[in-house]
């Protein structure tokens, strides 16, 4: 017996409909990035080939849940945004709404725009983008941050500036790497590696470039992070805290101007099985000093493997290993144990710790480049181009070299040579400027 028409009807009102999310692949379906995420319905998925995407994202998700993610991950997919921020939150987007493993580069603006939303942010590389002003307050050369709670993990923030170019004292420039300006941002693993806060400056004074790491206004969270080579012409190196910031499992070292840490006179961060050391500046200082040796926290050296300036990955005699840091704090930092400072590399990739680095990179003011604690060696010679000595520099108290290239020493590419050229350590390139 067949069943009439509206029964059928009825019946099929009964049963659930089934909405199947999709995957939009660029540049097979959609040309562009953007374009992917334009036709894209919440709880689909952008899939995005290897390549450089010349496009700012500044549309953005436009309140959708969807996952933008690469097929290849951040060292062969690019985002390269130019004059605008490369990629904007700012539709309340939540949790669900993910970007994941992309490099993004070369902004004039930030990096990556989070405006009262809360995205999930994985395993990018934000680098290398500058945003300034010539007319007001600027912040956030990686990053910006402002409201919600977004979670970024697995993220390196790297050779990102802030700058005030406008005449002095001017206004401030906040966070090289990254600014929070309210919300409750959480950060996991995350590398903040060679960024500036610089303010405007005068015959060598610079004026409020304070964070070079970052700059929080905000309840910010921080779990196991590590901060390498960061610099604030004024104050905080690493960091510039406001509130009550939470630190747990984070190394920050070797800031080359600034300070560690640096916190607004009401701020009252809190500081658990952290490392600070070398930080040119101070490490426990100010707002901070008083936790050294409390709740886990040391002054040591991290002993990064460092076969290039951005690998932070630690010895295994490390004070910051799962094996040598202080009871119940396991991994400080983002990076495992993964090379020996004595005795067999852990694996054939492993680098010994000799190798040659020079932070920051083109370097702007001082040069502080590092052979690692081990090596013997105490002359270093700056060499020009055409392979003629500039300067010779003897091995300062702390282990490392610093350099202030004279006012006859015009911007260009130098080399920086260990004297002896001991086994592991090598030449390297750097660019000055003026």
């Given at each position: 017996?067949?069943l009439?028409?509206?029964?059928?009807?009825?019946?099929?009102?009964?049963?659930?409909?089934?909405?199947?999310?999709?995957?939009?692949?660029?540049?097979?379906?959609?040309?562009?990035?953007?374009?992917?995420?334009?036709?894209?319905?919440?709880?689909?998925?952008?899939?995005?080939?290897?390549?450089?995407?010349?496009?700012?994202?500044?549309?953005?998700?436009?309140?959708?849940?969807?996952?933008?993610?690469?097929?290849?991950?951040?060292?062969?997919?690019t985002?390269?945004?130019?004059?605008?921020?490369?990629?904007?939150?700012?539709?309340?987007?939540?949790?669900?709404?993910?970007?994941?493993?992309?490099?993004?580069?070369?902004?004039?603006?930030?990096?990556?725009?989070?405006?009262?939303?809360?995205?999930?942010?994985?395993?990018?590389?934000?680098?290398?983008?500058?945003?300034?002003?010539?007319?007001?307050?600027?912040?956030?050369?990686?990053?910006?941050?402002?409201?919600?709670s977004s979670?970024?993990?697995?993220?390196?923030?790297?050779?990102?500036?802030?700058?005030?170019g406008?005449d002095?004292?001017?206004?401030?420039?906040?966070?090289?790497?990254?600014?929070?300006?309210?919300?409750?941002?959480?950060?996991?693993?995350?590398?903040?590696?060679?960024?500036?806060?610089?303010?405007?400056?005068?015959?060598?004074?610079?004026?409020?470039?304070?964070?070079?790491?970052?700059?929080?206004?905000?309840?910010?969270?921080?779990?196991?992070?590590?901060?390498?080579?960061?610099?604030?012409?004024?104050?905080?190196?690493?960091?510039?805290?406001s509130?009550?910031?939470?630190?747990?499992?984070?190394?920050?070292?070797?800031?080359?101007?600034?300070?560690?840490?640096?916190?607004?006179?009401?701020?009252?961060?809190?500081?658990?099985?952290?490392?600070?050391?070398?930080?040119?500046?101070?490490?426990?200082?100010?707002?901070?000093?008083?936790q050294?040796?409390?709740?886990?926290?040391?002054?040591?050296?991290?002993?990064?493997?460092?076969?290039?300036?951005?690998?932070?990955?630690?010895?295994?005699?490390?004070?910051?290993?799962?094996?040598?840091?202080?009871?119940?704090?396991?991994?400080?930092?983002?990076?495992?144990?993964?090379?020996?400072?004595?005795?067999?590399?852990?694996?054939?990739?492993?680098?010994?710790?000799s190798?040659?680095?020079?932070?920051?990179?083109?370097?702007?003011?001082?040069?502080?480049?590092?052979?690692?604690a081990?090596?013997?060696?105490?002359t270093l010679?700056?060499?020009?181009?055409?392979?003629?000595?500039?300067?010779?520099?003897?091995?300062?108290?702390?282990?490392?070299?610093?350099?202030?290239?004279?006012?006859?020493?015009?911007?260009?590419?130098?080399?920086?040579?260990?004297?002896?050229?001991?086994?592991?350590?090598?030449?390297?390139?750097?660019?000055?400027?003026?």
């Amino acid at each position: 017996m067949r069943l009439p028409a509206t029964l059928l009807c009825l019946a099929g009102l009964a049963t659930p409909l089934l909405v199947q999310s999709a995957t939009i692949r660029v540049p097979a379906d959609q040309p562009t990035i953007q374009a992917g995420i334009n036709a894209a319905a919440p709880g689909d998925t952008v899939l995005v080939s290897p390549g450089t995407y010349t496009e700012s994202l500044h549309e953005g998700y436009q309140g959708k849940s969807i996952v933008v993610r690469s097929v290849g991950g951040p060292t062969v997919t690019t985002i390269r945004s130019g004059d605008e921020d490369a990629i904007r939150f700012s539709f309340g987007e939540g949790p669900q709404a993910k970007l994941t493993g992309f490099t993004i580069r070369d902004s004039h603006a930030s990096g990556l725009r989070i405006l009262n939303s809360s995205p999930t942010i994985e395993n990018c590389v934000i680098r290398d983008c500058s945003n300034g002003s010539l007319f007001g307050p600027v912040g956030g050369g990686g990053i910006l941050i402002s409201g919600g709670s977004s979670l970024i993990v697995d993220c390196v923030i790297a050779h990102n500036v802030t700058v005030f170019g406008g005449d002095p004292p001017g206004y401030p420039a906040y966070g090289g790497g990254l600014y929070c300006s309210g919300g409750a941002p959480t950060l996991i693993r995350c590398q903040f590696i060679g960024n500036e806060a610089r303010g405007a400056e005068i015959q060598g004074v610079y004026f409020d470039g304070n964070g070079g790491g970052l700059y929080s206004e905000s309840e910010l969270t921080l779990v196991n992070c590590t901060f390498y080579g960061n610099l604030a012409r004024l104050e905080g190196g690493g960091l510039f805290l406001s509130h009550r910031e939470v630190v747990q499992n984070t190394i920050v070292a070797s800031s080359t101007g600034g300070g560690a840490v640096a916190c607004w006179a009401n701020a009252s961060p809190s500081f658990s099985c952290s490392d600070l050391f070398g930080n040119v500046g101070g490490d426990w200082t100010g707002c901070i000093e008083d936790q050294l040796g409390t709740d886990g926290n040391i002054s040591l050296d991290p002993m990064f493997c460092l076969s290039t300036m951005e690998d932070l990955r630690i010895a295994h005699e490390s004070p910051c290993s799962p094996e040598g840091s202080p009871p119940g704090c396991g991994l400080i930092g983002a990076l495992d144990a993964e090379c020996f400072v004595d005795g067999v590399p852990s694996s054939e990739s492993a680098p010994a710790r000799s190798r040659l680095v020079v932070i920051p990179n083109p370097v702007r003011g001082v040069a502080r480049f590092e052979l690692g604690a081990i090596s013997p060696i105490a002359t270093l010679n700056i060499l020009d181009s055409q392979g003629r000595l500039v300067e010779q520099l003897l091995r300062g108290q702390d282990g490392h070299w610093n350099w202030t290239a004279g006012s006859s020493v015009p911007a260009g590419v130098y080399f920086a040579k260990p004297e002896g050229m001991a086994a592991g350590s090598e030449a390297i390139k750097f660019l000055l400027l003026r």
